[in-house]
């Protein structure tokens, strides 16, 4: 698998990354898609999406764990593929992000959580009445107090998962 791309952001290091898109508040960045693939054409008809999924690679992690300790967890580590941690056997991202516009083969984005250098895997629109499912049970999220919309029972927001 070849990247597509790659990203340009200000964060450089995964202690300044946020962990999702949605807490990454002021992070604007772009993805510069690679000349000479007809990728301006694979654009078309993009702009007209408000969101978008990136998929990506962890590139700056090395080897995966089995078992790893999310913020959110109070009642120790949970298996891999029950979180959303960057520590996985094929070390692929996933994020929903604002697509502000697309300039060429730039395409700019509103808050995000990938670093500078970040390979770009596939785009894809975000369609929100199939990829949203709020009623959605929420696994050892619901035992650790969160409510189903991420928000603890005082109405705070927990940290990531």
Request: aromatic share 8%; with cysteine.
């Amino acid at each position: 698998m070849e990247p597509i791309g790659f990203v340009r952001a200000p964060l450089e290091s995964k202690a300044e990354a946020a962990r999702q898109p949605a807490a990454a508040t002021g992070t604007h960045g772009r993805i510069e898609l690679l000349a000479g693939h007809n990728f301006e054409h694979a654009l078309d008809d993009l702009a007209g999406w408000e969101y978008i999924w990136v998929i990506f690679h962890f590139h700056l992690n090395e080897g995966w764990r089995p078992k790893v300790l999310p913020p959110r967890s109070t009642t120790g580590r949970k298996g891999v593929f029950a979180t959303r941690s960057p520590h996985r056997p094929n070390a692929l991202g996933l994020s929903a992000v604002r697509l502000e516009r697309i300039d060429g083969l730039t395409l700019h984005l509103g808050e995000h959580d990938m670093l500078d250098g970040t390979p770009v895997l596939d785009i894809k629109p975000y369609v929100a009445y199939t990829d949203a499912h709020p009623q959605a049970r929420s696994g050892w999220l619901e035992d650790a107090g969160c409510a189903a919309s991420g928000a603890s029972a005082s109405g705070v927001t927990p940290a990531d998962p």
